[in-house]
């Protein structure tokens, strides 16, 4: 259990279309270099290789379905936001690509025998009714793999961006309220909801990522313009706030800069289970 209120699933899942629609550019540029720093752990994951049929849920721009072509899989990547889907169809034409949504997968069932969700299991409103879904379409003997943030205790990139906002700003923005960002963060909690879905050989391991940047004073702009709610959060505080929250990180990402550019170390959990 979360231990949060009911979330308002259709008013959250709109804002997530919307938002990610709006930032497509900015997280091909920026995010979606970072996120696929562990692409190939989560394709020997699942196995992708000649010949499978491997579903990418929450594809985004197609990083992640470009190397499972390259690993001449067959591909199909579906995402809820269209500007994200249209820039996954110019990257991989080898892929077919759909708008839907991960909650609702229009597919048969027992369709493919990998499917992968990279960085997209925070996003859903009803992350059991995804998981659930993603079971439903695996043949059986498939397998699934799926990343989330590790919290920020453990994660020194999401620690600077939200401990500059607890400290200098305010968390609770009038956002859709959303489901807890790091609840699959968590070993324990991934292995218990995999396990209930049905998956068994259920397996968790964390995987380092750095995010880059030029300097510390590209930080904050670029979260602003590439992200979803990290940005959403960072936009709604007042002016006074955001220049505070701006000068904290400025100060923490100092510590970071290399001999070229930026690099703030964060993680990754990769979860993984077997379809019996
Ligand atoms: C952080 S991005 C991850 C994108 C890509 N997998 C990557 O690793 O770079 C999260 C993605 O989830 C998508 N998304 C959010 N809610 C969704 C839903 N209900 N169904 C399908 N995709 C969804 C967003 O549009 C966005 O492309």
């Not at 943030?149 to 309220?177: K, Y």
């Not at 602003?224 to 955001?242: D, H, K, P």
Request: aromatic share 8%; proline share 7%; net charge negative.
């Amino acid at each position: 259990m979360t231990g949060q209120p009911p979330i308002a699933s259709e008013a959250f899942k709109q804002f997530e279309r919307d938002k990610f629609s709006l930032v497509a550019q900015g997280y091909d540029r920026a995010i979606a270099q970072i996120t696929s720093q562990v692409d190939e752990a989560i394709l020997d994951a699942v196995e992708a290789g000649y010949g499978k049929q491997l579903l990418d849920v929450a594809c985004g721009t197609g990083w992640l379905s470009a190397a499972a072509v390259s690993r001449q899989a067959i591909v199909t990547g579906l995402d809820y936001a269209d500007n994200m889907v249209a820039i996954a169809r110019l990257r991989c034409p080898e892929a077919e690509f759909q708008i839907g949504d991960a909650e609702n997968l229009p597919f048969e069932s027992e369709r493919f025998e990998a499917v992968v969700c990279s960085l997209g299991i925070l996003h859903f409103p009803n992350p059991e009714r995804a998981i659930a879904e993603s079971f439903r379409v695996l043949k059986p003997g498939g397998r699934y793999a799926f990343t989330c943030w590790t919290p920020p205790a453990r994660n020194p990139f999401m620690s600077l961006i939200l401990g500059s906002v607890q400290t200098h700003g305010n968390m609770e923005v009038d956002l859709p309220l959303g489901p807890p960002l790091f609840r699959f963060g968590e070993t324990v909690e991934c292995k218990r909801v995999l396990s209930s879905e049905g998956f068994t050989s259920v397996s968790v391991t964390e995987l380092p990522i750095k995010w880059t940047f030029s300097t510390p004073q590209d930080v904050m702009p670029k979260v602003v313009v590439s992200t979803a709610r990290l940005g959403s959060i960072l936009v709604m505080q007042t002016e006074e706030q955001r220049h505070n929250i701006e000068n904290a990180i400025i100060e923490g990402a100092k510590k970071y800069v290399t001999e070229s550019g930026l690099e703030i170390p964060a993680s990754v959990v990769l979860a993984v289970g077997h379809k019996p």
